[in-house]
C-alpha cells in the first residue's frame, strides 16, 4: 500500500494483509487478552458455535469472559474465528511487545497501579496470573548442531513464508528447543508463562532477558522473538546458580493496550470504549502508536489516495 500510495511508478498492485493505521499492536493485543481470558472456555466457544451448537457463545461463560469475547467481537475479531484456535497462538505480540515498551515504557508501570487499568483491579484476573518471583537456574539445554539441523528442516519444510507465520524464520523454532529449569518454581497449576521474561541477575549473562514460550514439564522453552541464535549465546553464559527473575508483568500489560489507544471517532470499533459523551472510558496515553507501527512497516501511513490499480484478493 505504501508503494502503490505513494509512487506512480507502478501500473497496479495486488497488496494483502491491509490494516488501518490502528492495526499494530491493537488487533494482536485484543486477540492476546482474549486468549488468556479464554483458555480455558474455548472448546465450550467452539461447540456453542459450530452446526448443531447453541448457537449462544456466551451461554455458562463467567462476567469476566463474557466481557472479554465481546470486546474481541466488537473489536473485529470474527466469532466463527474462535473454530481456528486450535491452530492460533498468541502470534507476533511477544515481538511487539518490547517495541510498545520502548515507545511508551510508563504505561508498564501505570498499568498495576493507576486506577483504569486492568493491572490496578485488585482481585483481577491480571493479578492473579502474574508472576513475579526470583529463583536460581538448576539446568540448562541448548540443541546440538544435529538438533539445529532437524529444525531447519522442519522449517524449511512448512515454507513460512504465509502472513501468518512468514515473521517465524528467526524464532526459536527454526533453531531446535532451549530449556531451563530452575530450583524453585511459581506457585500454582494454572501458570501463565507464555511471554513470561526470564531475565537472568548474576553471572557473565547478568542483565540478559529471553522470552518464555511455554512450560514443558518443569522445563522453561524460550520463545517468539528475532535473533533467537543470540537467546542460545545468552542462554550458554548462563551457569547452573545463576539467580533469575521470572516476570510475565510486561505481557499481560501490553494484552489490553488497546484500550488506551482510543482513536478519532471514525474508528467506530473503539465506540465500546467511549461514553455516552464519546469521550475515553479509559485513561488515555500521549500519543497513539499505531501509526508509527503502519509507517515503520511500509515507509508511510495509508490513506486511500491509490496511483494505479488495485486487485484485492480475500
Known amino acids: 500500500m505504501g508503494f502503490i500510495e505513494n509512487t506512480n511508478a507502478f501500473d497496479g498492485a495486488v497488496p494483502f494483509v491491509i ?10 493485543s485484543i486477540r492476546s487478552h482474549g486468549m488468556r481470558i479464554l483458555r480455558h472456555v474455548i472448546p465450550q466457544i467452539m461447540d456453542a458455535i459450530e452446526p448443531g451448537g447453541s448457537g449462544d457463545p456466551y451461554e455458562g461463560l463467567n462476567e469476566e469472559e463474557q466481557d472479554a469475547l465481546r470486546e474481541q467481537a466488537k473489536l473485529g475479531f ?11 497462538d498468541m502470534g507476533s505480540l511477544p ?59 522442519a522449517a524449511a519444510s512448512e515454507g513460512r513464508n504465509n502472513v501468518d ?5 528467526g524464532t526459536q523454532e527454526s533453531f531446535g528447543k532451549t530449556w531451563i529449569t530452575v530450583n524453585e518454581m511459581p506457585g ?16 557473565e549473562a547478568e542483565g540478559s532477558t529471553v522470552v518464555l514460550d511455554s512450560l514443558d514439564g518443569d522445563k522453561f522453552i524460550p520463545g517468539s522473538g528475532f535473533g533467537l541464535e543470540s537467546v542460545n549465546a545468552i542462554v550458554a553464559k548462563a551457569k547452573p546458580g545463576d539467580k533469575v527473575l521470572l516476570d510475565n508483568s510486561d505481557y499481560i500489560a501490553v494484552q489490553t493496550y488497546h484500550r488506551h489507544q482510543v482513536p478519532d471517532l471514525e474508528y467506530t470499533a473503539w465506540d465500546q470504549f467511549r461514553d455516552e459523551n464519546k469521550q475515553p472510558i479509559y485513561p488515555q496515553r500521549s500519543r497513539l502508536i499505531g501509526p508509527l507501527f503502519a509507517f515503520d512497516a511500509a515507509g508511510a501511513v495509508q490513506d486511500g489516495h491509490i496511483q494505479g490499480k488495485v486487485i484485492v484478493c480475500g
Open 19 to 28: 490494516g488501518s493505521p490502528l492495526s499494530l499492536p491493537n488487533v494482536i
Open 95 to 153: 515481538v511487539l511487545a518490547p517495541i510498545v515498551k520502548q515507545l511508551d515504557p510508563e504505561y508498564f508501570e501505570d498499568f498495576w497501579t493507576v486506577p483504569g487499568y486492568l493491572g490496578a483491579v485488585p482481585n483481577g484476573s491480571a493479578r492473579r496470573e502474574r508472576i513475579l518471583m526470583e529463583t536460581t537456574i538448576k539446568e540448562i539445554h541448548i540443541p546440538s548442531e544435529e538438533e539445529k539441523e532437524e529444525a531447519a528442516k
Open 78 to 88: 470474527p466469532m466463527r474465528a474462535w473454530l481456528q484456535s486450535p491452530y492460533m
Open 165 to 169: 507465520d512468514a515473521w517465524k524464520k
Open 188 to 203: 500454582g497449576d494454572d501458570l501463565y508463562i507464555y511471554g513470561c521474561n526470564l531475565t537472568i541477575k548474576a553471572g
